[in-house]
């Protein structure tokens, strides 16, 4: 069976608190674009992120609010800014490293929460039935083309909010040479 892949560049989940100290008291992010996940959006705020050996600049925020900060690199950001982040599902945060993020109107020293998302599956649970797949699963897409190859450890995510979509980086994404909406086929 077959899902629409996309790829994620790097981008940041901002909390209120952290978004106040960054663009100022109160501040409400712009919606940019809406993104493929329902209620999800690209914001048109930027911020930097500073690391022990380098900067990236302007990276994308992403919408709405969360309750902590997650910062969503991919492994090479990691060595631009000279910080080793571990590959994880999102929101699971707990010992990752942290990392300074600056903005126009301040800078968080962020603790925590600096992470490489784990390739993973957007799906709700009609599509998980029909795919023959529960929350947490591990399964494997395979890619098609000249580049065609096989990605393993992939995390099946369920939830009835979900559109069905697999999410890997940038960086995977290049490897296997596929665009948003290709079609990849799950083989479990």
């Known amino acids: ?3 629409p892949i996309a790829l994620s560049n790097k ?3 901002l909390s209120q608190d952290d978004i106040n100290t960054l663009f100022g008291q ?8 809406p993104l493929s996940q329902p209620g999800q959006f690209a914001c048109e705020e930027k911020v930097d992120l500073v690391g ?10 992403l919408g709405p609010t969360r ?11 990691g060595f631009t800014l000279g910080v080793k ?5 999102s929101g699971d945060l707990n010992g990752t490293p942290g990392i300074k993020i600056a903005g126009p109107n301040g800078e968080v020293e962020l603790q925590e929460g600096l992470i490489v998302a784990s390739r993973h599956i957007h799906m709700n649970s009609n599509d998980a ?12 897409i395979k890619t098609e083309g000249q580049r065609a190859l096989v990605f393993e450890n992939v995390l099946v995510r369920v939830n009835d909010s979900y559109q069905l979509e697999m ?3 940038v960086e995977e994404g290049n490897a296997a040479a596929v665009k948003n909406g290709e079609l990849v086929e799950l083989i479990k």
């Open 85 to 89: 982040a571990p590959i994880r599902e």
């Open 129 to 140: 039935k029909n795919f023959g797949v529960n929350d947490k699963d591990l399964v494997k």
């Open 11 to 13: 981008h940041i989940h």
């Open 1 to 3: 069976m077959k899902l």
């Open 26 to 33: 109160d501040y409400k992010l712009t919606p940019f674009k």
């Open 67 to 77: 309750n902590q900060t997650q910062v969503e690199i991919s492994l090479a950001d």
């Open 167 to 169: 999410h890997v980086d």
């Open 52 to 61: 022990p050996k380098g900067t990236i600049k302007g990276v994308r925020v």
